[in-house]
């Protein structure tokens, strides 16, 4: 299973194996919106050599849930499982996987996981947020803990984002004023206007910005 960019590693494993291996795996591969899932092709390809391919689009499937490893799996025993994606996947998925085998009465399989994103993204609660959208509408927050994308999230917001771990810069938003601090480097911005990824910023003063809103179909 992979979210996002976690598709890297688990796609180059799955592109050693010869036809006959691939023909014994499955993989599901969350993703934010179809359309704009990386390397569809290859994924194509791996399905059409045998590869049990499910992709699920997390914006409007939701995450990954019992009902889904029933739909894409069925009652085939799995005796490894591998996960990469932003933390806090890994346990999630390892939680389904162990229920599904005491459901079924099989072995719980080996569990491999690989993890990106930020867990302790604690942010001051003392700082107001003012979310522009496209439309000029305002939004204004009390920051909570989390990014700056999962706070505008939290307001009922839909920006663009991609992989959530600041690789793909799907979901780059124009700061207008206030300070950001990045979660990669640590580094603080000043305060004039520049454009910040929301997937790995978090307001360090009072933050004025523009989103891009993702359209709902």
Known sequence: ???????????????????????SQHLLYSV????????????????????????????????IKNDTLEAWLSEIQIESAYACGPSGLSQHIHDLFIER??????????????SFGFANASASSDVT??????????????QKNGTLLENAEKTGLNPVYGCRAGICHQCIAQKKSGRVRNLKTNQISDAGKEDIQL???????????TINERTVQ
């Open 1 to 23: 299973m992979a979210c996002g960019s976690g598709l890297t590693p688990i796609l180059s494993i799955l592109e050693s194996l010869s036809d006959a291996q691939l023909s």
């Open 101 to 114: 085998s005491q459901r079924l009465g099989h072995a719980t399989p080996k569990f491999f996981t690989e």
């Open 129 to 142: 947020l003012s979310f522009k959208d496209a439309n000029g509408r305002l939004i204004m927050s009390k």
């Open 199 to 209: 997937c790995i910023c978090v307001a360090e003063t009072d933050l004025e910005l």
């Open 32 to 63: 934010s919106h179809e359309p704009e899932a990386p390397f569809k092709n290859r994924l194509q390809t791996l399905a059409n050599k045998g590869l049990n391919l499910l992709i699920l689009e997390s914006s409007s499937q939701g995450r």
